[in-house]
């Protein structure tokens, strides 16, 4: 596993302008994208396994992972690659025990101690943030910046992705700390192609 955490598309279907999630993610898939998580945290099961269904399409057809945030029964029925660990989910021991192997387990984590423990557990990889600034991750406090990022890469075995306020711009200094890939929000949702935006990204992480 690697290449394929390079970029992952998290969803916010509020950010997209009006436009339609599924048919957003479909063009940013066509675009190259790698994977993308659904992360819809005010929809329902029924709703949520509907839309991850659709995606679930999709990514077929682009080799795409699909990574479902928290709901572990949704990610089982729809058939998605894993489920994304949160701080308000069951721990990865436990996810672990209900899925066995048949999803892969990341996991959100936002202290050099949560990232141990969730490499301890089992986890797949790690998701670190907020690193610079975003409206969509002041809930989960300041930055964290490129040196506790660093650390974090430095501690663990398993691939970390960076999230929170991640731009094409940003992509080389947040590798430089040791992040596998990033993982990205608005900066893609948002723009006025995220097409465009999905290879700008892309072509980023593919500098030397």
Known sequence: MGDELRLCLVTDRTLTRGRELASVVGD?????????QVREKDLGAADLA????????????????????????????????????????????????????????????????????????????????????TPSKRVYGPPQGLDRLARVTRAVRLPVLAIGGITPERVREVRRAGARGVAVVSAILG??????ATRRFLDALAAP
């Open 28 to 36: 940013c898939l066509a675009a190259g994208l790698p994977a993308v």
């Open 50 to 133: 509907f839309l991850c269904r659709r995606i679930r399409g999709l990514t077929r057809d682009t080799q795409a992972l699909l990574i479902v945030n928290d709901r572990v029964d949704v990610a089982l029925a729809v058939g998605a690659d894993a489920v994304q660990r949160t701080s308000t989910s069951l721990t990865v021991e436990d996810i672990r025990r209900i899925v066995g192997e048949r999803l892969r387990i990341g996991a959100s984590v936002h202290s050099l101690p949560e990232a141990l423990e969730a490499e301890l557990q089992g986890a797949d990889w790690l998701v670190f943030g907020p690193v610079y600034d």
């Open 191 to 196: 723009a006025d192609s995220p097409a465009d």
